[in-house]
């Protein structure tokens, strides 16, 4: 089993109030349409079920596990074959002024040329997330950062 | 042990060069001044070690292994202790107009919290690689993208 770790950090002028963006924008349709995917639909509340669309295909996630402000965990339940069973962890953590997300994508079972892209392209969509929160501006697909020929 | 992967694609109008100059990239003093850090020193030769100095301190390699186009891997012989005994290997291969660039950062002891931030500071080094050969303009440090409050 092989995982994919990336951090960010965020920080604005109001850091008394970063985390709880930062956590709005994991664990809503509307945050998360705004720095993953245009295409978000689903249930954000621990149980539902969120199904994120790109113009190649998507994801759908179980949310399994929501800490307000420290941790958010989801479930790949529909998707890419590499992708169905893993699990996707965030962590947030306040470091002085600065909001600390610490991201895992946990339980791949081959480190396959599609492990590598997914690396890359999750890097990309949590400066996007970053973005967001800074910034009010997100680079969701399909306005995302293209990486390589995979999109 | 514990690896960072990644995946980048560089396209170009002229792309029987893109392999060579993506190349070139990894294996010249200017190359790699031009994306990842710009007090980069040393000897890029199989053999030769490299410097890559950072504001916060830096890393030196031992140039291991050269396959021209195809295949470059790097020891890290002086840096942070996580890093010390580490392999750097890029695989480089073309699939169409692409020249697909396979990034792997083996050999890390434990997925330490530095280890999550050098993933995505790799994964944003990897698109100052590819605007480099694609635009002519990298984002080496001191001016690289700063993900979070360790740079």
Sequence with gaps: MVDILHRIGVTTPAPETTTQRVYDAL????????????????DAGLGGELEFRFPDGGFDMEVTELRPRERVVWRVVGGPDEWVGTTIEWELCQDGDWTVVLFAHRGWREPVEFMHHCSTKWGSFLLSLKSLVEDGEGAPSPRDVKIDNWG
């Design 27 to 42: 664990t809503t349709v509307e945050g998360l349409a705004a720095w993953w995917t245009e295409k978000t639909t689903g």
